[in-house]
């Protein structure tokens, strides 16, 4: 069925954009899903993956505003922007990328990483556990009818995934360590929020 954990959560993190922002880079961009809500909502984007043909397809699918550079977060020279995203792509790269995506933050920016990571608390186990099957099937289901009566689901293209270990203690801990003043919000379907401004 056309649901998908990550975009799931995009408006929460269209609402994370600062008032007056300008400009925008997409982390991990896939075919550009959320490049595209984030030009929609007026910014000017640029999107950044290391697979070529994640970029060709995000390039195809437009609109050309977007500026997709096919490159790796941990190597690349990046720009200055007043909001940065990374959905679902920090664990395909060492966690402290994160002091290098806040160092291209202009004064007022906003980073806001959609990650994940796994429960360790009993609560969090009780929460994720439990309440996560009802909530993935009625998201499932909500997904599938609203597709059904807007004449089908977006193009799906598969973006490469990779496992990951972290656990939401570690989370917590390095982003408290490496940015100090950020929050981390945990959230259904094994993710976390974690923002910061600078
Ligand atoms: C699970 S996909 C998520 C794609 C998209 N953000 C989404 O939410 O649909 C992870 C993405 O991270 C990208 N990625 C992997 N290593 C990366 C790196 N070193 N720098 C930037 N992006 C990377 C992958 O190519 C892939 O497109």
């Not at 003043?181 to 976390?192: C, K």
Request: glycine content about 10%; hydrophobic content about 45%; proline content about 7%.
């Amino acid at each position: 069925m056309p649901f998908d954990h990550n975009h799931a959560y995009h408006r929460l993190l269209l609402r994370q954009v600062p008032a007056g922002a300008r400009t925008a880079l997409d982390v991990g961009c896939g075919a550009g899903r959320f490049a595209r809500r984030l030009a929609a909502a007026g910014l000017e984007v640029d999107g950044l993956d290391p697979s070529g043909e994640m970029i060709g397809i995000a390039q195809a699918l437009g609109p050309a505003t977007i500026t997709y550079r096919h490159g790796d977060v941990t190597t690349a020279e990046l720009g200055r922007y007043d909001f940065i995203s990374c959905l679902a792509s920090l664990h395909h790269v060492p966690f402290e990328t994160v002091t290098k995506l806040r160092a291209a933050l202009n004064p007022g920016g906003v980073l806001a990483v959609l990650g994940l990571a796994k429960p360790r608390s009993i609560a969090d186990w009780v929460k994720w556990g439990l309440l996560a099957p009802p909530v993935n099937l009625a998201a499932r289901l909500v997904v599938a009818a609203g597709d059904q009566l807007n004449g089908g689901p977006d193009p799906v293209a598969a973006a490469p995934v990779q496992g990951w270990d972290t656990t939401m203690t570690q989370v917590r801990r390095e982003s408290a360590r490496l940015l100090p003043g950020s929050t981390v919000q945990p959230l259904l379907f094994f993710r976390y929020l974690l923002l910061y401004r600078a």
